[in-house]
């Protein structure tokens, strides 16, 4: 192979210009000779026998020349990339075959887009806002009642009527003008009194009521419900089959050991740290999304769209296999999730913008400063990488080059170097809606 030439010809395209010696091309011709004369029949000669001369002599000297081209052009152009030092992006275009032949051997141009150079205007010291955090009462309670939930067990009722709060099953079945309507039957249904699941004033008329009574309830549909039942009367009769209710533990300090703590005191006190730490965790992790996306809107450059287009591309088909694995099928997914396929598409394609700037950015931080992975650091990623797929290190060493791992390394010790200098400031004051200050008046 020889690299004539590897020239700049528009922002970020370069044609590159290839030469391939005559013996080169020419046991390029005879390797696809080989490979190809098996298909070939030519009379007086057993499929696969005709010597090459006679093939050329009946189908052209050039015969065996497309595909020789097509055999050594991976190569070539990939030695050629790697002697111009230069990154392609995209796949060669505009391919031109000057000169292909035996004799004076082959010789092509074509472009390609390369990896565009970019500025970085802040990369340290970026400011993002951070959420403050504190734990209300409110919350702690919260959070204790849940646990208390948790904890409760159903009682069956049978020595007084039904109260607020309380469990019941029931039969039911709606009319409309005296005629039972779609949907409104069920049996043995369990309805907690003062849950709002049905609509107004249905659960209220079932207070009062004992197991084994039958009885009706009255009620008018809201105005926004379906369009063959809103604003109109209707009667269900009920029959009412048991009534329970939960019973909620104690909260005293034999709960709270049954949590892990010794006194109701210090499972407040364990309930907050708990939820101060989560509120801190949620905060970091939504300062760290703002400090990229911030990083990303430094970086600063003509970037290709076709860095864009297969970035897309690839998120989608990414996706798509993750939610394969787990066996769903995709378009089911997106229904489920209220998608339609262009839209989860754009969704893709928009944050593949994000993607290749964030890569971008962190390249040109490795570079800006000099990042070098330490031997140890490299054993320790191959250590790691055993440890998660649980295969031998040696396995995970003949698989993965080092230099594929030290650069791992490197962009994970410049997005840390971004992360830790950034500058967390209080968010700005939340503007109020027109609405809000109406309901404040």
Same mark, same amino acid.
Request: hydrophobic share 35%.
């Given at each position: ?99 292909? #032949? ?49 904890? %409760? ?11 607020? $709060? ?67 009367? !209707? ?29 109701? !005191?210090?499972? @407040?006190? $364990? ?16 300062? +760290? ?21 297969? @970035?897309?591309?690839?998120?989608? %088909? ?24 262009? %839209?989860? +598409? ?7 913008? #994000? ?30 990488? =055993? ?10 060493? =003949?698989?993965?080059? !080092? ?7 490197? @962009?994970?010790? !410049? ?27």
């Amino acid at each position: 192979m020889s690299l004539v030439s590897a020239n700049k010809t528009e922002t970020n395209t370069y044609t590159v210009e290839i030469s391939v010696s005559a013996e080169d091309f020419k046991k390029a011709v005879q390797d696809s000779y080989f490979k190809n004369r098996k298909n070939i029949q030519v009379p007086g000669f057993r499929k696969g026998k005709a010597p090459k001369h006679l093939i050329e002599s009946l189908y052209g000297e050039d015969f065996f020349y497309e595909d020789a081209l097509e055999a050594v052009f991976p190569a070539e152009v990939d030695a050629a990339y790697k002697e111009a030092g230069i990154e392609p992006v995209d796949q060669p275009r505009d391919l031109d075959v000057k000169t292909m #032949n035996v004799t004076e051997g082959l010789n092509f141009t074509f472009n390609v887009t390369v990896k565009p150079e970019i500025t970085l205007k802040q990369y340290k010291g970026i400011e993002a806002e951070k959420e403050s955090v504190e734990v209300t009462d409110e919350e702690i309670d919260g959070e204790i009642n849940y646990m208390l939930d948790r904890g %409760s067990r159903i009682v069956d009722v049978d020595d007084r009527p039904v109260k607020d $709060g309380d469990i019941v099953v029931i039969d039911f079945e709606g009319f409309t003008d005296g005629v039972p309507f779609e949907g409104g039957k069920a049996e043995k249904y369990n309805l907690t009194i003062g849950s709002g699941q049905f609509i107004p004033g249905f659960e209220e008329q079932i207070i009062g009521h004992s197991i084994g009574d039958e009885f009706d309830i009255n009620v008018t549909f809201p105005g926004d419900y379906a369009e063959n039942l809103a604003s109109k009367d !209707a009667v269900f009769k009920i029959a009412l089959h048991e009534i329970k209710y939960k019973e909620m533990p104690e909260l005293d300090d034999e709960f709270a050991k049954d949590q892990d703590y010794e006194t109701v !005191a210090e499972l @407040r006190e $364990g309930v907050k740290n708990d939820l101060t730490a989560h509120k801190e965790e949620h905060a970091q992790h939504h300062f +760290e999304d703002s400090v990229i996306e911030k990083l990303c809107d430094n970086v600063e450059g003509e970037i290709p769209e076709v860095m864009y287009e297969n @970035r897309g591309n690839s998120n989608i %088909s990414d996706f798509e296999q993750r939610i394969k694995q787990q066996g769903l099928d995709i378009n089911m997914y997106l229904s489920y999730m209220g998608l339609d396929r262009e %839209s989860f +598409e754009n969704m893709m394609k928009e944050k593949a913008v #994000n993607d290749v700037k964030y890569d971008l950015a962190i390249e040109k931080i490795v570079e800006l400063e000099a990042l070098k992975a330490t031997e140890e650091e490299i054993e320790k990623e191959y250590a790691d990488m =055993a440890e998660q797929y649980k295969l031998d290190v040696e396995k995970i060493k =003949a698989a993965v080059p !080092a230099d594929a791992i030290e650069e791992q390394v490197c @962009r994970r010790a !410049a997005a840390k170097l971004v992360i830790d200098s950034a500058v967390p400031v209080a968010p700005s004051p939340k503007e109020e809606t027109p609405a809000e200050k109406a309901e404040e008046e």
